[in-house]
């Protein structure tokens, strides 16, 4: 079955460590995306990716980073720059704009 | 920049009653419009687009699109309990055309 893969599905940081999301899609879809969710919060755009090789920021893309080296995979690492990395990471894919996004499972990040 | 409202919630209505859910966007030349459903703990799914100004429906949702006021909403139909959950009202905007999601409203189906 075609879909997103997110893991691992529960992640564990210690402070100044940094720790790399995983994201694959078979989906053959052209654009990916990374979003971030916490309580009360709606979703917000960290990077995403419409085109192999190419990566563009999103809103609150200070801490994070990302690359695009297949098309099947866009993986996210929480650098240690991230304060208040404590929440919940999506990522989604699209064939193209605008369509509807289809997310993974999610991330579950927890500092300890 | 462009924003994407939802009044917040918790909606509560009964079990089988009409569930409406409200969406306001700024951007005006927003052309593509999406709900989705969470779960607790889950991953949003998708579970209605809209492109063109009226009503559009599939099985017990009805998605409304005005865009003249810039709103767009969600019916649901003979409300479940399953149906509890975050509804997440999404606005393709941007020169990407990137999704734009509110903060969502939380409904209650109370048997």
């Known amino acids: 079955d075609g879909g997103i893969t997110q893991s691992p599905k529960y992640l564990f940081r210690k402070e100044g460590q940094n720790v790399t999301l995983s994201c694959e899609q078979n989906?053959?879809?052209?654009?990916m995306y990374w979003y971030r969710q916490d309580p009360g919060q709606g979703l917000r755009l960290i990077y995403y990716?419409?085109?192999?090789?190419?990566?563009q920021k999103g809103d609150i893309a200070e801490g994070y980073s990302v690359s695009r080296e297949k098309k099947e995979s866009f993986p996210l690492t929480v650098t240690s720059a991230q304060k208040n990395p404590t929440a919940f990471y999506l990522c989604?894919?699209?064939?193209?704009?605008?369509?509807?996004?289809?997310f993974g499972s999610g991330t579950r990040l927890t500092v300890v | 920049q462009k924003e994407v409202e939802q009044n917040s919630g918790p909606l509560s209505v009964p079990e089988g009653a009409i569930a409406s859910l409200n969406c306001t966007y700024s951007d005006r030349g927003s052309q593509s419009f999406f709900w989705y459903r969470q779960y607790s703990g889950k991953s949003p799914e998708l579970i209605m687009f809209?492109?063109?100004?009226g009503d559009k429906e599939d099985g017990r949702f009805t998605a409304q699109l005005n865009k003249a006021s810039q709103y767009v909403s969600l019916l649901i139909r003979d409300s479940q309990p399953s149906d509890s959950a975050t509804y997440l009202c999404?606005?393709?905007?941007?020169?990407?055309?990137?999704?734009?999601f509110g903060k969502g409203t939380k409904l209650s189906v109370k048997p």
């Open positions: 989604a894919s699209s064939p193209d704009s605008p369509r509807g996004y289809t």
């Open positions: 990716s419409q085109i192999v090789n190419d990566f």
């Open positions: 809209i492109y063109s100004n």
């Open positions: 999404a606005v393709a905007g941007g020169s990407q055309g990137n999704l734009i």
């Open positions: 989906l053959n879809h052209d654009a």
